[in-house]
């Protein structure tokens, strides 16, 4: 039960309270039971408190100060928290429906087999907060922050996700069933065993169009949209490079100012910085934004760390152009011969400074990457209109026989 002395000055008003809670800093106050309901607690300092089990419904508890309190069993069921400093706060089993967390600071709180029915997470930050198995039908997360926030087997049927920031975040064995997801940001999220049907990836005022998968939500909603589309492909097809070199303080000022040079030129460089010892998670991730390349431009001064790289890309991917660079001063790694030769590759242009890369870029490395681009793009569309079978007839109607 409370503490009867905590109990009777928090009752004589928050100003009162708040003067109580100054002098006894190191104190923790012991409000467990206690009988809330409806209580004007607004900006209260209730730091680390102790509120299992107490009776908080329809309680304004808007801007109070709640760090690290315990909620454990608590009943909060329509109360206003608001703006509410809850951090590292424990909602464990707790009865939230209903009540008002928007803009509240809930990071590392932990809602572990909490009801939030219907409860209104508008705006929250919920950094690295645990959700495990909580009840949150229904819940309002427009525009919340859930990066590294747990949801394992969280039940988040028909939330409303609208705008909200997913990094990193556990959503594995979660029921998402129709959560609306427009403007949604995902990224690394984990989503094993997660169901996630009927998700609703229009606004609002929009005819409802539905997916069945969270990380695509965002990219299938573009795709609706044709000049976005457009501008995307474009880009993809036509303007990303991709840069490969060696990282050290030293040659990475080299690559930057390939990258500056480059966004000069209107291309968008991808700049890919990764750890010597290459794990298979890396060339896989440098092969598919070779994909997406127009060409790639590799730096093979001192550059050992690359060559893998450039031997699968060069292998796997023939129709795009490999311009390498290399200091005059260096010379061309023995492991390169397997690839020099083959067609994707652009003879080395060598370079005695950095200022005079730069000056000779357009015309010593951007324009014949470019070219050879543009070369293989015009191959390859004359493949695809020979060989592509929607140019072609599939059959040919043999002539009916005349009835002699």
């Known amino acids: 039960m409370a503490n009867p002395e905590h109990l009777a000055k928090l009752k004589e008003g928050?100003?009162?309270?708040?003067?109580?809670?100054?002098?006894?800093?190191?104190?923790?106050?012991?409000?467990?039971?206690?009988?809330?309901?409806?209580?004007?607690?607004?900006?209260?300092?209730?730091?680390?408190?102790?509120?299992?089990?107490?009776?908080?419904?329809?309680?304004?508890?808007?801007?109070?100060?709640?760090?690290?309190?315990?909620?454990?069993?608590?009943?909060?069921?329509?109360?206003?928290?608001?703006?509410?400093?809850?951090?590292?706060?424990?909602?464990?089993?707790?009865?939230?429906?209903?009540?008002?967390?928007?803009?509240?600071?809930?990071?590392?709180?932990?809602?572990?087999?909490?009801?939030?029915?219907?409860?209104?997470?508008?705006?929250?930050?919920?950094?690295?907060?645990?959700?495990?198995?909580?009840?949150?039908?229904?819940a309002e997360f427009t525009g919340a922050h859930l990066r590294e926030a747990d949801f394992q087997c969280a039940d988040l049927q028909g939330a409303d996700l609208r705008q909200a920031m997913l990094v990193e975040t556990n959503l594995e064995g979660a029921n998402l069933t129709a959560c609306k997801v427009f403007g949604i940001s995902v990224w690394d999220v984990r989503m094993n065993g997660a169901t996630q049907s009927n998700l609703i990836i229009t606004p609002h005022h929009r005819s409802v169009i539905q997916v069945d998968n969270l990380e695509v939500a965002q990219f299938i909603y573009l795709l609706l949209n044709n000049d976005r589309v457009r501008k995307v492909i474009e880009t993809i097809n036509s303007k990303v490079v991709l840069i490969l070199g060696r990282f050290t303080e030293r040659r990475k000022k080299v690559l930057d100012a390939i990258r500056d040079e480059l966004r000069k030129r209107d291309y968008l460089p991808v700049l890919f910085d990764f750890d010597p010892a290459s794990s298979q998670t890396t060339i896989d991730t440098i092969s598919t934004l070779a994909h997406m390349s127009r060409f790639i431009v590799a730096d093979l001064t001192d550059a050992k760390s690359i060559l893998g790289e450039l031997e699968r890309i060069t292998t796997t991917l023939q129709l795009v152009p490999v311009q390498l660079i290399l200091q005059k001063s260096a010379d061309i790694p023995p492991m390169a011969d397997s690839f020099l030769a083959r067609q994707s590759v652009l003879q080395p242009y060598y370079y005695v400074t950095q200022e005079q890369l730069i000056a000779s870029l357009t015309a010593q490395v951007i324009a014949p990457a470019a070219a050879k681009a543009e070369e293989f793009h015009e191959k390859l569309a004359a493949i695809r209109e020979q060989y592509l079978p929607w140019q072609q007839p599939r059959c040919q109607k043999r002539p009916r026989r005349q009835k002699r």
């Not at 464990?92 to 600071?105: E, P, S, V």
């Open 14 to 138: 928050v100003e009162a309270w708040n003067k109580w809670k100054a002098k006894h800093i190191l104190v923790n106050p012991d409000l467990s039971g206690a009988d809330l309901r409806g209580k004007k607690l607004r900006e209260a300092d209730l730091d680390r408190a102790d509120l299992r089990r107490a009776k908080l419904q329809r309680a304004d508890l808007t801007q109070a100060n709640l760090f690290g309190a315990d909620f454990t069993r608590a009943n909060l069921e329509g109360a206003d928290l608001s703006g509410t400093m809850l951090s590292e706060a424990n909602f464990t089993k707790a009865h939230l429906a209903r009540a008002d967390f928007r803009d509240a600071n809930l990071s590392e709180a932990n809602f572990t087999d909490a009801d939030l029915h219907r409860v209104d997470l508008g705006g929250t930050n919920l950094y690295g907060a645990t959700l495990h198995r909580a009840f949150l039908r229904g």
